[in-house]
C-alpha cells in the first residue's frame, strides 16, 4: 500500500510515522517534515 512508507526504528516509531502520513495525506510534504521531526528529536 502507498501509505505504508514507514521509517522502520527500533522503538516503534514507525506507527508514529504511519499515523501522521495517513492523517496529513500522502502527498502532503507536512508528512515528510513531520517524520524527520519524530525521528531526530
Known amino acids: ?3 505504508k512508507k514507514t521509517v ?3 522503538d ?3 506507527v508514529i ?4 502520513h495517513l492523517f496529513f495525506g500522502w ?5 515528510f ?3 524527520v521531526t519524530l525521528l531526530f528529536r
Open 12 to 14: 516503534g516509531r514507525e
Open 27 to 31: 502527498n502532503s510534504s507536512i508528512n
Open 8 to 10: 522502520v526504528v527500533a
Open 1 to 3: 500500500m502507498k501509505w
Open 33 to 35: 517534515t513531520a517524520a
Open 17 to 20: 510515522i504511519t499515523s501522521i
